[in-house]
């Protein structure tokens, strides 16, 4: 019969729990270090960018009314309710 107090301590409730928040951080800094994600960050960051380059700001609402009509959005996707979602 084991008794509680006699487990190692690697064996134990804490113990357990410790490990696996070591290969949780483990897999997580792994994963957040990937090339490829960098590369998708960068990616989004630039596209962002480039939308804030082509759209006029501090303009009133009824502006982006007017010039970014649903009907006909540029590149596709930028409409007066796509930018007007960013404040």
């Known amino acids: 019969r084991i008794q509680s107090g006699s487990l190692p301590p690697d064996l134990t409730l804490a113990g357990v729990a410790k490990s696996e928040a070591k ?6 800094t ?3 270090a990937s090339l490829p994600l ?10 962002l960018c480039a ?7 501090g303009k ?5 009314f007017e010039t970014y009509p649903m009907e006909s959005p540029i590149l596709g996707f930028i409409d007066y309710d796509f930018i007007l979602s960013f404040g």
């Open 60 to 64: 009133a609402p009824k502006y982006y």
């Open 38 to 47: 960098a590369i998708g960050e960068l990616s989004v960051i630039a596209a």
């Open 30 to 32: 792994r994963r957040l």
């Open 23 to 28: 290969l949780l951080l483990k897999r997580t």
């Open 51 to 57: 939308v804030g380059t082509i759209v006029e700001q």
